[in-house]
């Protein structure tokens, strides 16, 4: 879907049928913020045979190991946004070896730059003015394209706290010694032990449905189309945010509490149960699950729905 909003980003009459679909690549990587985006370090500037990119993204997921880069920038004149097509190994573009966080080490998160790329008319996918009204049918379609994101980031949480319960629960199958002062032969017999597996089972059932609401939400505005609405928008808005409020606040929680029904043995490194706070503790601070919360709560006291930023 988030492919398929970029793809919409141009209407029909400055639609370039020229370009590939990026999904039709074997890799698409994104230094694409939104169109609303607020901090525009990559420009394009226009000369006599096309554009000239330069700037730098952070945090371009995939972009170091992608075929097709797709890249927003806005006009040098600051009167529209451009998405742009590229290839990775096009001259005057770099990947900083910057992505040495903690975790979520796999996903090549680090900076892409641009240093006086040029870029024909053939590569633009499509423009977004800058002064376009955000209730225009076409600027609320667009926008669910980082409602879309968020509902990626609660589902990837899902699954994190998923793997980390499954894993800690083989371990504590194969591997856990029963405490002494529990009396018992094993540890899976601890009632203590059994309450914490159960609460933290019964506790990702809920964020997993959570979830799954949220993504039917997003799919259900995406298929109004033009007739979308504002405060269709708005509710599905809502929707995202409470599954990423939930899905967060698991993640980092069941992550750590784990380890307190493994043992201390299951925190050797060998074990390698670290390994899903670490991906959850870097994934949740993408951006502040706070201001989500901050948006429920003022939907429910004052009615007002999330404005429309680069991560609602």
């Known amino acids: 879907?988030?492919?398929?909003?970029?793809?919409?980003l141009c209407s029909s009459a400055d639609a370039n049928p020229g370009v590939p679909v990026p999904g039709s690549d074997p890799r698409t990587g994104s230094a694409n913020p939104p169109p609303h985006y607020p901090r525009d370090t990559i420009t394009a500037t226009t000369t006599s045979d096309g554009l000239r990119v330069s700037g730098r993204g952070a945090f371009a997921t995939g972009c170091a190991v992608a075929d097709r880069l797709l890249v927003s920038a806005i006009r040098d004149d600051h009167t529209a946004r451009l998405v742009v097509a590229m290839h990775r190994?096009?001259?005057?573009?770099?990947?900083?070896?910057?992505?040495?966080?903690?975790?979520?080490?796999?996903?090549?998160?680090?900076?892409?730059a641009f240093d006086d790329v040029r870029v024909s008319q053939g590569d633009v996918l499509g423009t977004f003015p800058a002064d376009e009204d955000e209730s225009s049918p076409r600027?609320?379609?667009?926008?669910l394209v980082s409602l879309a994101f968020q509902a990626v980031l609660a589902q990837v949480l899902v699954g994190i706290t998923a793997g980390a319960i499954n894993e800690a629960a083989r371990y504590t199958r194969e591997r856990s010694r029963p405490w002494p002062a529990s009396g018992l032969g094993q540890a899976v017999d601890d009632p203590h032990v059994l309450t914490g597996y159960g609460e933290l089972t019964a506790a990702l059932d809920a964020a997993r449905l959570l979830a799954d609401h949220a993504t039917r939400a997003l799919t259900e505005a995406d298929a109004r189309g033009p007739a979308l609405t504002p405060t269709e928008r708005g509710r599905t808005a809502l929707t995202v945010s409470a599954a990423k409020v939930v899905s967060s606040r698991l993640a980092t929680d069941a992550t750590s509490r784990i380890f307190e029904l493994t043992g201390a043995r299951a925190t050797a490194r060998a074990t390698g149960l670290d390994r899903f706070w670490r991906d959850a503790r870097t994934l949740t601070l993408h951006d502040p699950v706070a201001y989500k919360a901050r948006e429920l709560g003022d939907h429910l006291l004052t009615g007002r729905y999330p404005r429309m930023t680069a991560h609602s």
């Not at 879907?1 to 919409?8: E, G």
């Not at 190994?89 to 892409?112: E, F, K």
């Not at 600027?139 to 926008?143: E, K, P, Q, V, W």
Request: aromatic residues 2%; hydrophobic residues 30%; glycine residues 10%.
């Open 89 to 112: 190994s096009g001259s005057g573009i770099s990947h900083p070896p910057d992505w040495d966080n903690l975790g979520q080490r796999l996903t090549a998160s680090g900076s892409v």
């Open 139 to 143: 600027h609320l379609r667009l926008s």
């Open 1 to 8: 879907m988030i492919l398929d909003d970029v793809c919409r």
